[in-house]
Each structure stands twice: as structure tokens, then as C-alpha cells.
């Protein structure tokens, strides 16, 4: 596609259960990002992958979080047993290379825990 | 641990006038620095960079400044539209050097340009 997409744009669920969420970066594209914004806060940086390196999973707050990316394109961000201090929006980005400055973002996903 | 800093989390200019938002760093390896404008309910879109290699760099209404010894950038908008209210973020990277090279946000600041 064009751009990035992510899905769903919206999700509720319940605490504790699990959550998955799903990247599609810009094709071709061999950096992608996993970003989440809580409410009033900055951009935190959660897992990084590029190309067939192992990813940066230093940014992932608690090992209920995990990422995979299959093929080297679509990515899918899965959260374990939710809690409420996981709502935020979480956004997807890709670059094209691992030198190229320039991220794309998704929209993100909205997650609200109950 | 902040690598990126935005101290002010809200800046109100006029239109016209000049919109200057502040950026500090506390990691010398970074040599890459960027800018991103979010409106609300969308990704952040790219903006501008600059290069550790220079201290200035301009795009149209839109101009970096990077002072490397103090560790500081901002980003001037002039004059400014109230088109460019929304929520700014500086960024920062290591391009060079072998280690991951993670781009590291700010917290963001919310620009209010009034008509």
C-alpha cells in the first residue's frame, strides 16, 4: 500500500485478556518500529526490527509484550493478560533502510483496557 | 532515562509571528535530529532533520537550528498559520557507529497558533 497501515484502529477489551495488533509497512520498506503514546506522554519506544537482525526489544515495558514480523513485512504486536496502564495508542513506523532518516507512521491503534 | 527532552509541553503564538519550539539532548552519540507534527488522531508526519554535520537547515517557513556544544535544537516556523497547530516531537538517532540505531522521541510540544 501507500502507507502505512495499522488495524484495528480502535480496540477495547477487557483487563486480562490479550490483544493483538497489526502493522503493514510500507513495502519494501526494512526498518519497522513499534511506538506507543500514552495519554499526556511522549512517543516510547517499544521494539525495533530490521531486516533479518534480532530485534531491539529493549523498549518492551513488561514480558507480557511481544512483537514478531513475519516475512520481513507485516508485524503483529501481542499483549498478554491486559492491564489498564497498557491503554494508549500504539504506533507502527518503517523506513526504508536502517540509514534512512525518515520514519512513516501509521495512525495507530487506539487500545482501551476496562 | 530522557534521552530527549522538550521542556515546554505547550507553546500559544499569533499568527504571523515567529513559533520557536526548544529541544535538549543528553546523548553525544546522536547525530541525526528530526522534527514531527502530529495532529490529533493521526501518525506523526515528517517535518524536517538535520545532520550533526551542520548547524542549520531550512525548508521553506520551517528552519532547524542544531548547537551541538550545548546539545540543544529548535525548530522556527515563520510566519506561523494556524494550520500548523498540533503537537510537535524532536527526535534523535545514532545514523553511524554499529549499534541499533533507534530513533528516540521527545515528550512533545502542543503548539496553539491563533488567529
Known amino acids: 500500500g501507500a502507507g502505512v497501515s495499522q488495524s484495528p484502529s480502535n480496540k477495547v477489551t477487557e483487563k486480562g485478556k490479550d490483544v493483538e495488533l497489526r502493522c503493514d509497512p510500507i513495502?519494501?520498506?526494512?526498518?519497522l518500529y513499534w511506538y506507543r503514546q500514552s495519554l499526556g506522554q511522549g512517543l516510547e519506544f517499544l521494539i525495533y526490527f530490521q531486516g533479518n537482525s534480532a530485534p531491539d526489544k529493549s523498549g518492551l515495558p513488561s514480558d507480557r509484550f511481544s512483537a514478531e514480523r513475519t516475512g520481513g513485512s507485516v508485524s503483529t504486536l501481542t499483549i498478554q493478560r491486559t492491564q489498564q496502564e497498557d491503554s494508549a495508542v500504539y504506533l507502527c513506523?518503517?523506513?526504508?533502510?536502517?540509514?534512512?532518516?525518515?520514519?512513516?507512521f501509521g495512525s495507530g491503534t487506539q487500545l482501551s483496557v476496562l | 532515562d530522557q534521552q530527549v527532552k522538550q521542556n515546554s509541553p505547550s507553546l500559544s503564538v499569533q499568527e504571523g509571528r515567529i513559533s520557536i519550539l526548544n529541544c535538549d539532548y543528553t546523548n553525544s552519540m546522536f547525530d541525526y535530529f528530526l522534527w514531527y507534527k502530529k495532529y490529533p488522531a493521526e501518525g506523526p508526519t515528517f517535518l524536517i532533520s538535520?545532520?550533526?554535520?551542520?548547524d542549520k537547515n531550512e525548508d521553506g517557513r520551517f528552519t532547524v537550528f542544531l548547537n551541538k556544544s550545548a546539545k540543544h535544537l529548535s525548530l522556527h516556523i515563520v510566519p506561523s498559520q494556524p494550520g500548523d497547530s498540533a503537537v510537535y516531537f524532536c527526535?534523535?538517532?545514532?545514523?553511524?557507529?554499529?549499534?541499533?540505531?533507534?530513533?528516540?522521541f521527545g515528550t512533545g510540544t502542543l503548539l496553539a497558533v491563533q488567529p
Open positions: 513495502s519494501g520498506h526494512t526498518a
Open positions: 513506523a518503517s523506513r526504508r533502510t536502517e540509514l534512512n532518516e525518515k520514519l512513516f
Open positions: 538535520i545532520s550533526s554535520i551542520k
Open positions: 527526535a534523535a538517532f545514532r545514523r553511524y557507529g554499529g549499534a541499533t540505531n533507534k530513533l528516540i
